[in-house]
């Protein structure tokens, strides 16, 4: 397709980023082309953002943002077989190779070859955007695009939670900001014994409590060790989901632990983070995990499963719905911590459209 259309850029490797005019993307043989219905931010873009030493390492700009988005298919290139324009997709954001060991052995999640939407690639920040169609996820019809684009983080809590037993075990949550609030709504849909939020910052307390959390400790008024403790008869918690990447709070987890019970780490630390590997790990016969991305395409389907369910809490996740103009407000608000998920409209008849 011929022609211009808006997006968000990030021009200019500095804090910022610019909604400007740019070519609609042209498509390769193998590569569909989106119309962006929803697109939602991730903690990664506001990373971007705000240029950190992270996003400085991984992105040269100038590059178009975002990558969690559904939307109508317009164009098929002359190879793409499995789907049709009309088609509703939304996409997994780590294009991978596919012919590496990691790939070959049905751990793709961890290709080294790995390109990203939105960080090497240009993303969906955008009115189109071009996809493989090797990584195209075909959706339901009539579901509201919010959903469909929160699928992606959605995916990142439901690898998790759920990468070992959950299902009436006690849970805690650590970190209740977008990724952690999914976290809690799939930690709610496999009927915990008991669903224990550890959270600081006070929008964030509120949207637990109103995502069914049985317990909210917030570790600047209460030590959380104690009180998982005195909440858990003194066992401890089965599953722990750390979404912080807070180096006590990790540390804390490991203190809380049911023995023989497992922590999935999906919070990135900026620092090294020591643990009593002896006392905590070892002798109490636990699993540590680091979770990355989702498997694929196991976790897609574990997700949209829970969508079809009914089951998934998600409309208190998306807290803020905006025109893809709007996405400094956006970026402000998410600064402050006093959002879940925000999504954002290439065209803005489509908020109403789902209200
Ligand atoms: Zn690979």
């Known amino acids: 397709m011929k022609g211009k259309m808006k997006a968000i850029v990030k021009k200019e490797p500095k804090e910022g980023a610019i909604l400007e005019e740019v070519d609609i993307p042209q498509i390769g043989a193998k590569e569909i082309l989106v119309k962006v ?5 991730c903690g990664s873009d506001y990373h971007i953002y705000s240029w950190d030493e992270w996003s400085q390492s991984k992105v040269s700009p100038p590059n178009i943002m975002g ?3 559904s939307g109508e298919v317009v164009e098929v290139g002359s190879e793409v077989k499995s789907i049709k324009v009309g088609d509703n997709v939304s996409s997994e954001t780590h294009f991978v190779c596919g012919h590496c060991e990691q790939c070959k052995t049905g751990n793709g999640h961890i290709c080294k070859n790995t390109i990203i939407l939105g960080i090497d690639v240009n993303g969906t920040f955008a009115e189109y955007v071009a996809i493989p169609e090797k990584s ?4 339901p019809k009539n579901v509201d695009p919010a959903y469909l684009a929160v699928q992606e983080p959605l995916g990142n809590a439901v690898h ?8 009436g075990k006690s849970i805690a949550v650590v970190g209740c900001g977008p990724i952690g609030a999914l976290g809690v709504a799939v930690a709610k849909s496999v009927s915990p014994s008991k669903l224990i939020v550890i959270e600081l910052n006070t929008y964030r307390i509120n949207l637990a409590k109103k995502l069914g959390a049985d317990v909210v400790i917030n570790p600047l008024e209460e030590d959380p060790v104690k009180r998982v403790l005195e909440e858990t008869n003194g ?3 089965d599953v722990v989901a750390e979404m912080s990447g807070n180096p006590t709070a990790i540390r804390q987890t490991t203190k809380y632990i049911k023995p023989g019970g497992r922590i999935s780490l999906l919070g990135l630390p900026t ?3 020591s643990l009593d590997i002896a006392n905590d790990v070892i002798f109490k016969g636990i699993t540590i995990q680091g979770i990355v991305g989702r498997r694929l395409f196991e976790t897609w389907y574990k997700s949209k499963g829970l969508i079809e369910s009914g ?9 803020h719905r905006f025109p893809l103009e709007k996405f400094e407000e956006a970026f402000e608000l ?3 911590g006093n959002s879940g998920k925000i999504v954002l409209y290439p065209d803005a008849n489509v908020i109403d459209k789902w209200k």
Do not use: R, Y
């Open 37 to 41: 219905l929803a697109t939602s931010i």
């Open 67 to 69: 990558h969690e988005f």
């Open 136 to 139: 195209a996820w075909i959706n």
């Open 160 to 167: 998790t939670i759920l990468s070992g037993d959950a299902v």
């Open 235 to 237: 066992m401890g918690v």
């Open 271 to 273: 620092k090294e983070v």
């Open 311 to 319: 089951n998934l809490n998600l409309e208190p996740v998306i807290t």
């Open 334 to 336: 998410m600064k402050k």
